[in-house]
């Protein structure tokens, strides 16, 4: 048996939670499933990797040492196949100003940013952030799965985009791209010069096991522009920390980047890189025993929406972030009423999608039922 109890409820107010603390919350009773972190408590060996520095009382200036930049490559090796050098490691405090600062950097004001929808926030909101324009394309579904219609892909390739963004596993949706899928977009961003910068902070949180997920830099030439990103936070649930790494191959790509870094993002905190490094080096226990979980929550949800009919759900290849479809004439601006009832989601327009919403199931079973309790009440009422 598990030491682990992700049945536990761990109460989240009044600690200044992002996910629990909205000021817009004050008075009222709300469930909130929008912000993509967990309400699960860490690792022990993590809390005993914080209890040490804290125990030391000295928070100076630190450096990513030696010994974590080599059991980040052995595990990008390890876990997706990928032979990397350490020198290709920039440390950042985060990816989203890393996919930000990289898209400042290497597009220039005639280009565009281009970006399938729906998808995370940042990814289109980005364009906005830097001053330029915006290229999107749409996933539709194909065989229970969300994919790229390549078709309309390579359509806006052809207009001038500067860099693709790319989510693996995607963000919403849950798809884990196949080795085809990705060799596919290698050929078309080489084909029109584009530069692929690649979110994958998603890749350990795999729901099935159908095919594992690929680093799409392991069918991208040195020689072309591309990073990749990783995090160990969604994974362990430490996204307060902050820590990020950006894998560059391309030395004159790397060398810019690094001198556009300074003098803007800070240093990493000793909390942020010890907490990596325990990430990554202590057994697997709580990871394995937290996607057991997530699929049971997974599980639970997807039998509620094949149950109630006006709602529709591919199921996860990856990630905790629920896509759900509702019939828009029956349920009108579903996530209000949803948040009238006391349950807050994302509205799918956030992540260019019209008539979704995006639920966070990585809380507990208990959440996830009083959430459905809410969903079947709203869904009652408009009927």
């Given at each position: 048996?598990?030491?682990?109890?992700f049945?536990q409820?761990i109460?989240?107010?009044?600690?200044?939670?992002?996910?629990w603390?909205?000021p817009l919350?004050e008075?009222?009773?709300?469930?909130?499933m929008?912000?993509?972190d967990m309400d699960?408590?860490i690792?022990?060996?993590l809390?005993?990797?914080?209890?040490?520095?804290?125990?030391?009382?000295?928070?100076g200036?630190?450096?990513v040492?030696e010994l974590l930049?080599?059991?980040?490559?052995?595990?990008i090796?390890?876990?997706?196949?990928?032979?990397?050098?350490?020198?290709w490691?920039?440390w950042?405090?985060g990816?989203v100003p890393?996919?930000t600062?990289?898209?400042?950097?290497?597009?220039s004001?005639?280009?565009?940013i281009?970006?399938p929808i729906?998808?995370?926030?940042p990814?289109?909101?980005v364009?906005?952030?830097v001053?330029?324009?915006?290229?999107t394309?749409?996933m539709v579904?194909?065989?229970?799965?969300?994919v790229?219609?390549?078709?309309?892909f390579?359509n806006?390739?052809?207009?001038?985009?500067?860099?693709?963004?790319?989510?693996?596993p995607?963000?919403?949706g849950?798809?884990?791209?196949?080795?085809e899928?990705?060799k596919r977009?290698?050929?078309?961003?080489?084909?029109?010069?584009?530069m692929?910068?690649?979110?994958?902070?998603?890749a350990?949180l795999?729901?099935?096991?159908i095919?594992?997920h690929?680093c799409i830099?392991?069918?991208?030439?040195n020689?072309?522009?591309?990073?990749?990103?990783?995090?160990?936070?969604k994974?362990?649930?430490?996204?307060?920390?902050?820590g990020a790494?950006?894998?560059?191959?391309?030395?004159n790509?790397?060398e810019?980047?690094?001198?556009h870094i300074?003098g803007?993002?800070?240093?990493?905190?000793?909390h942020?890189i010890e907490?990596?490094?325990?990430?990554?080096?202590?057994?697997?226990?709580?990871?394995?025993?937290?996607?057991?979980?997530?699929r049971?929550n997974?599980?639970?949800?997807?039998?509620?929406i094949?149950?109630?009919k006006?709602?529709k759900?591919?199921?996860?290849?990856a990630?905790y972030l629920?896509?759900i479809q509702?019939?828009?004439?029956?349920?009108?601006?579903?996530?209000?009423r949803?948040y009238?009832?006391?349950?807050?989601?994302l509205r799918?327009d956030?992540f260019?999608?019209?008539?979704?919403?995006?639920?966070n199931?990585?809380?507990t079973?208990?959440?996830?039922e009083?959430?459905l309790?809410?969903i079947?009440k709203?869904?009652?009422?408009a009927h």
């Amino acid at each position: 048996m598990s030491k682990y109890n992700f049945d536990q409820e761990i109460d989240r107010k009044n600690t200044n939670s992002y996910k629990w603390d909205n000021p817009l919350y004050e008075g009222r009773d709300m469930l909130p499933m929008p912000v993509a972190d967990m309400d699960f408590r860490i690792a022990d060996e993590l809390t005993d990797t914080i209890s040490n520095i804290n125990d030391h009382r000295v928070l100076g200036y630190s450096l990513v040492p030696e010994l974590l930049k080599s059991v980040y490559q052995t595990k990008i090796k390890e876990s997706y196949d990928w032979d990397t050098q350490i020198e290709w490691q920039v440390w950042i405090p985060g990816i989203v100003p890393g996919l930000t600062l990289a898209c400042s950097t290497f597009v220039s004001s005639e280009q565009s940013i281009l970006t399938p929808i729906p998808v995370y926030h940042p990814f289109h909101l980005v364009s906005k952030w830097v001053d330029r324009d915006l290229l999107t394309f749409n996933m539709v579904e194909k065989d229970g799965r969300w994919v790229y219609d390549f078709i309309e892909f390579e359509n806006q390739l052809k207009k001038n985009a500067g860099v693709f963004l790319f989510c693996n596993p995607h963000n919403p949706g849950g798809t884990v791209f196949t080795e085809e899928e990705i060799k596919r977009i290698v050929f078309l961003c080489t084909k029109y010069d584009c530069m692929i910068l690649s979110d994958e902070i998603h890749a350990d949180l795999q729901l099935q096991t159908i095919h594992k997920h690929v680093c799409i830099a392991k069918y991208i030439s040195n020689e072309l522009p591309a990073i990749t990103f990783f995090a160990t936070s969604k994974t362990y649930n430490t996204a307060g920390m902050g820590g990020a790494v950006a894998i560059i191959p391309n030395a004159n790509i790397r060398e810019k980047y690094i001198k556009h870094i300074q003098g803007v993002f800070p240093m990493l905190s000793r909390h942020s890189i010890e907490i990596i490094q325990t990430s990554l080096t202590m057994n697997n226990e709580w990871l394995e025993n937290l996607l057991i979980y997530l699929r049971n929550n997974h599980d639970l949800l997807l039998s509620f929406i094949k149950q109630n009919k006006i709602l529709k759900m591919l199921p996860l290849e990856a990630t905790y972030l629920a896509w759900i479809q509702y019939d828009e004439e029956i349920l009108g601006d579903f996530q209000q009423r949803l948040y009238t009832n006391g349950l807050h989601v994302l509205r799918g327009d956030q992540f260019l999608g019209k008539n979704f919403i995006r639920v966070n199931i990585a809380c507990t079973k208990n959440s996830l039922e009083k959430a459905l309790l809410i969903i079947k009440k709203t869904i009652d009422e408009a009927h």
